[in-house]
């Protein structure tokens, strides 16, 4: 998700916070569910399920490949985050 997060930030999450398209959201992987991925919310399709979008597009598995995502992988939206020391050199 360059240039938004780095390799070693570390995020905030809100599991209540109602979603919208937009939002960058943590959730789980829709087949591989001991992974997680971080990706923003660019539509919902009428059954609630998000199409979740990496901000680079051309290095990133998201919806496009993988389907759209059921809100209960939705673990929450990022409300913040903190620069890993590595990211600030």
Known sequence: MLP???EGDEVF?????SLQQGDIVVARHP???DSIWIKRISAFDDAGRAMLEGVNSAESTDSRTQGMVPPDLIVGKVTSRIRSLNSMA
């Not at 999450?13 to 916070?17: F, G, K, M, T, Y």
């Open 4 to 6: 938004i997060l780095q």
């Open 13 to 17: 999450v809100d599991p209540r916070a």
């Open 31 to 33: 087949y591989r569910l």
